[in-house]
């Protein structure tokens, strides 16, 4: 299937369109057309420096938090542009939720990081809260580890089960897309094994978009991939984009085939 075909299949979350990062002057990213597919897990790989993060970001605006960030081009989300004038960041980054590269719990107990967004939101009733507590750790596979340690300090748990906590609290005030920026790059094989299990288990409900730079990852968890790298002017630069299999079985691209066989990155 082209590019071409799979932005009209239909199927996708987020559609980006002719994506450029800037940070200042300096531009970071360019033309980047692809679509995010629906209750499918999307992985962004390529060698540091190629772009993947900065695209990632760009889907919930977490750039907009850099000084001198500047995008031009569509990220359309429900038919809607994201950067456009009317649109409320705060409101992109609840339906876009964000899993960062290292847990980063905040300093309260497991209960109270994932009621946070919740009562952000404005819900206060102790049993709606208690409602979705449980539900999103049991989503996020941690329910049966922690439910009768709930007032318990989530700087206490170990480093797989932070993770899964900030999958928890990510979960709770209900997105449709979550975002993973390397997920698993700080934690043991046995949390990262959870952890894609985990991943496989949500995008049934929510697409994903993973950014990772170990490509047995990439191959294990994800449907589709995009492989980007820089170009002569160290720009990034998406190199190519498809079904999972397909880009790393047969890629079409020589400079994806030399990445995915180790020549460089």
């Known amino acids: 299937m082209t590019q071409r075909e799979l932005l009209n299949d239909g199927k996708h979350a987020i559609e980006i369109r002719n994506l450029n990062v800037y940070y200042g002057e300096k531009l970071a990213v360019k033309h980047i057309?692809?679509?995010i597919a629906r209750h499918k897990i999307t992985a962004f790989?390529?060698?540091?420096?190629?772009?993947?993060?900065?695209?990632?970001?760009s889907l919930n605006r977490m750039n907009d938090l850099i000084p001198g960030a500047r995008v031009e081009g569509e990220v359309v989300y429900r038919g809607q542009n994201l950067y456009g004038p009317d649109i409320d960041a705060v409101e992109v980054r609840r339906r876009i939720g964000m899993v960062f590269q290292k847990p980063n719990p905040?300093?309260?107990s497991i209960?109270?990081?994932?009621?946070?967004?919740?009562?952000?939101?404005g819900i206060r009733d102790r049993r709606a809260l208690d409602q979705i507590v449980e539900q999103s750790l049991r989503q996020a596979a941690l329910w049966d580890e922690v439910k009768d340690d709930l007032r318990k300090s989530g700087l206490a748990l170990s480093g797989g089960q932070q993770q899964r906590l900030c999958i928890a609290r990510t979960l709770?005030?209900?997105?449709?897309?979550?975002?993973?920026?390397?997920?698993?790059?700080a934690l043991d094989p046995i949390a990262t094994q959870r952890i894609e299990d985990l991943m496989k288990e949500l995008s049934v409900d929510y697409s994903i978009v993973i950014v990772t730079h170990n490509m047995q990852q990439a191959m294990r968890v994800s449907d589709?991939?995009?492989?980007?790298?820089t170009d002569e002017s160290r720009i990034g630069d998406l190199v190519e984009f498809n079904r999972t299999e397909k880009l790393f079985s047969a890629p079409s691209d020589p400079r994806t085939a030399d990445y995915i066989a180790g020549r460089f990155g």
């Open 45 to 57: 790989i390529g060698p540091s420096g190629c772009g993947k993060s900065t695209v990632l970001r």
């Open 106 to 108: 905040f300093p309260k």
């Open 172 to 185: 709770a005030v209900e997105p449709d897309v979550i975002l993973m920026d390397e997920p698993c790059s």
């Open 224 to 229: 589709y991939t995009a492989f980007y790298t």
């Open 33 to 35: 057309t692809i679509p």
């Open 111 to 121: 209960y109270d990081n994932v009621a946070y967004g919740p009562r952000v939101l």
